[in-house]
């Protein structure tokens, strides 16, 4: 079956203007994870999604944030005023249920920002 | 706060040659933990999972991993490495106490494999 899909697959951008990066989760699964990558690092948690309410956005770095899934499948992550810190590779997994249940991870989208 | 080391950046083995990449974690409680793999242009793909029971765990791809809590150790292992083990290595502390599922991830182990 499909995996998660994320698009677009790069996103370059310049500073201070806004930005959404998507994405699909595997059919059927009601958790959904955004995490962050910078280079040279590990992929950094930012929010949790379990069916269409954030249950845990902890790792949102500031007000400038925000993720959505209206409908408990598609999520988006939206960035205003993008910042040239804001560059990294934004990955989104998802799970059958949330806990303990296995992650699956897309392919990431890489933002650049100018 | 939990958190994952893993003191390799980059290890280079030959190809047939036996692999370990370290992994130290601290967190309070029983840890769940995780290793995953990397590959350019892919997604995470999990290569086992530790949450209780037998602490050497078996997974995907003839790798297994050795959960040592006296030592706050998850170390992975593979005993003969193929040219196609050449990728980036995560360890990751998963959160117990919220049952979340949101995990904490170290920077990650880089491997060669030398013909």
């Known amino acids: 079956g499909a995996g998660v899909s994320q698009t677009p697959s790069n996103k370059v951008t310049e500073k201070g203007k806004y930005v959404e990066l998507r994405c699909d989760p595997i059919?059927?699964?009601?958790?959904l994870y955004w995490y962050r990558q910078s280079l040279g690092q590990g992929p950094e948690f930012l929010i949790y999604?379990?069916?269409?309410?954030?249950?845990?956005d902890s790792g949102l770095p500031n007000d400038r944030f925000f993720a959505v899934r209206p409908e408990g499948s598609v999520s988006t992550l939206k960035i205003q005023r993008t910042e040239r810190g804001d560059s990294a590779v934004y990955l989104c997994?998802?799970?059958?249920?949330?806990?303990?249940?296995?992650?699956?991870f897309g392919p990431g989208t890489r933002l650049l920002v100018l | 706060a939990q958190s994952v080391t893993q003191p390799d950046i980059h290890i280079t083995v030959s190809e047939g040659a036996s692999l370990e990449l370290r992994c130290n974690y601290s967190?309070?409680?029983?840890?769940?933990l995780f290793w995953y793999v990397q590959s350019p242009g892919q997604g995470l793909q999990l290569l086992l999972k530790y949450f209780s029971g037998d602490t050497l765990v078996q997974g995907i791809k003839g790798f297994e991993a050795e959960f040592k809590r006296s030592q706050s150790s998850f170390n992975l292992r593979k005993p003969s490495v193929h040219w196609s083990d050449a990728a980036e290595y995560f360890c990751a502390v998963g959160e117990v106490d919220t049952n979340a599922g949101k995990s904490t991830f170290g920077d990650g182990t880089t491997l060669t494999v030398k013909p």
């Open positions: 967190y309070g409680a029983t840890p769940y």
């Open positions: 997994a998802s799970s059958l249920y949330g806990g303990l249940e296995t992650q699956y």
């Open positions: 999604f379990q069916g269409t309410g954030a249950a845990d």
């Open positions: 059919s059927g699964h009601t958790a």
